[in-house]
Every structure is written in C-alpha cells, then in structure tokens.
C-alpha cells in the first residue's frame, strides 16, 4: 500500500485522452476561423443560377437549412454570420463547426439536427456552391 493517496491513479483527472479533446476542438476553431477569413465575403450579392430542385437529399437539405441557418447566414450569404456558399471549407469541417459552434455560432446537437440532416444540409450547401 502507498503512503500516499492519488499515486498511479486516474482519479477524477480523466488522464491524458481527457485532456486532448478541448485542444483539438480548439485547434479545429482556430483552422476553420483562419480558413474562413482568407475568403472574400458575398454580403447580399445573389449567386447566379438555379440549383437542382431535382435531388431530394438537395431539397431536404434546403429544409433544413432554412429552419437552423437561414436567420444567421440568409441565402447562405453573409447576415449575423458569415457567407457560407463563398467558404471552400470541406465538409468535415463545416460538420465540425455546427456540432462544436465557434464564435458566436451555437453548437447544434445531435437531437437538434441529426447526421442525416446534417449531411442533406452540406449536400444543398455544395448544390449552391456549385451553381
């Protein structure tokens, strides 16, 4: 037995992998931020050209898009938040920032848009990109 209490123990601290969350998850912000501000910003401007109505998951992700983001980034433009169509982040990290949120932006869960949404939203977000 140790004389001393808490040697070689995880104890409450939740070790070393419990630690590196929170950093990664910063360092990801800071990436997708840095990202974010070397692109122009399309504040109002209408991107040309119709999207295809004719993919469901495009039209489901449209939805979606107009019941989470629409307020803050309307058209996918620059609002409250920034312009999203005139952003060449990949996927991951556009799903690292709605789950995690960075600034201003909430984090929405799981139970607030699933993955499934949220892949039909990425999908009409590269529709508009795309146009």
Not at 2 to 18: I, N, P, Y
Not at 62 to 74: L, S
Not at 85 to 109: C, K
């Amino acid at each position: 037995m140790s004389a001393r209490r808490g040697e070689g123990s995880s104890g409450s601290g939740g070790g070393a992998c419990g630690r590196g969350a929170p950093a990664i998850a910063g360092l990801a912000a800071a990436l997708l931020l840095l990202l974010a501000a070397c692109t122009p910003v399309l504040r109002g401007t209408p991107v040309p050209g119709p999207i295809d109505t004719t993919d469901v998951r495009v039209i489901e992700g449209e939805r979606h898009f107009a019941a989470a983001c629409h307020t803050c980034h309307p058209n996918a433009l620059a609002g409250l938040g920034p312009g999203i169509v005139d952003r060449p982040l990949p996927r991951w990290l556009v799903r690292l920032q709605v789950r995690v949120g960075v600034g201003v932006m909430p984090a929405f869960s799981r139970e607030e848009i699933t993955d499934d949404e949220l892949d039909a939203l990425l999908d009409y977000l590269d529709a508009l990109r795309r146009r």
